[in-house]
C-alpha cells in the first residue's frame, strides 16, 4: 500500500468522507494529533528512480485530490520526464 505525493512520508488513510464515501473515494492525508500514519508515500522523482526507466510515455493520476500535493511539490523536477498525463481533477482548486 502506498501513495504518491510530494514528499517521501507515512500518511493516514481517509475513508467515507470524500464525494460517496465509498471504497474508490478514500483519500491521504498527513497525520495529525497523533494520528497513526497507515501509508508510506513517495515523491516522483523516488517512484521514477524505482522503476528505473529514463521516460514515461504516459502517467495516469486519479489520486482523489492528491494531485494538488503531488504537484506542490517541485514538479519541474520530474515533470520533463513525462510525455503525456491523463490526471482526473476532483475540483477546481485541482484544475488551478
Known sequence: LGAAWS?????RLVRGVYRDGRDWATQVAPSRNGEPAEVDAWDMPQLLEWMAVPRLDLLKIDIERAEIELFRGDASAWLPRVRHIAIELHDAACSR
Request: with cysteine; hydrophobic share 20%.
Open 7 to 11: 514528499t517521501c512520508t507515512r500518511l
